[in-house]
T-cell receptor
């Protein structure tokens, strides 16, 4: 199993540009998540999905959109990039283990908006 | 509202020492408490997890202690090694909220040789 994969690893965007961060998992997990992690800070949930066709907002959804057409894929779309979106983005998936949920993270995408 | 408070923010320990990271939670519905380890430039990875019906869980040099009445739990790293230098996140979830976890803000551990 490859686990959770993310592309690209790095990206530099100009203000106002758009891009899609790709995320794929091969563990057949129903739940998937997008987080952002600013330098020296914790993880903030952007969007999450409980299954194909179902998505919902996390705590910091503004400026982002997601879709979930398959169990495996959960892309994150940035429209009109702003410097405040400079961050490291992590995709994760989870399943229930021993009655609780454990998350599996991808390697991250480091995004700089200038 | 911060639902999981983690301390300290950073920690420096000598090789061979004990590293202790503490977390406190507010939501009594939480019933699963995983810890994640993140090395620079990598994504967080599950380290160890505990349920509140257990007061302690040990895996190698890593031990979680859980105090349900105080709503606190802690990670102890025995015989800390330079390779343990990483950021550690505690988390909590209740199994009913789309598997979402509430994370602490993280502790950056540096183990000096």
């Amino acid at each position: 199993n490859a686990g959770v994969t993310q592309t690209p690893k790095f990206r530099i965007l100009k203000i106002g540009q758009s891009m899609t961060l790709q995320c794929t998992q091969d563990m057949n997990h129903n739940y998937m998540y997008w987080y952002r992690q600013d330098p020296g800070m914790g993880l903030k949930l952007i969007y999450y999905s409980v299954g194909a066709g179902i998505t919902d907002k996390g705590e910091v959804p503004n400026g982002y959109n997601v879709s979930r057409s398959t169990t495996e894929d959960f892309p994150l779309r940035l429209e009109l990039a702003a410097p405040s979106q400079t961050s490291v983005y992590f995709c994760a998936s989870s399943y229930s283990s021993q009655g609780g949920y454990e998350q599996y993270f991808g390697p991250g995408t480091r995004l700089t908006v200038t | 509202q911060q639902q999981v408070k983690q301390s300290p923010q950073s920690l420096i320990v000598q090789k061979g020492g004990i590293s202790i990271i503490n977390c406190a939670y507010e939501n009594t519905a939480f019933d699963y408490f995983p810890w994640y380890q993140q090395f620079p430039g990598k994504g967080p990875a599950l380290l160890i997890a505990i349920r509140p019906d257990v007061s302690e869980k040990k895996e190698g040099r890593f031990t979680i202690s859980f105090n349900k009445s105080a709503k606190q739990f802690s990670l102890h790293i025995m015989d800390s090694q330079p390779g343990d230098s990483a950021t550690y996140f505690c988390a909590a979830n209740d199994g009913t909220n789309a598997g979402k976890s509430t994370f602490g803000d993280g502790t950056t551990l540096t183990v000096k040789p």
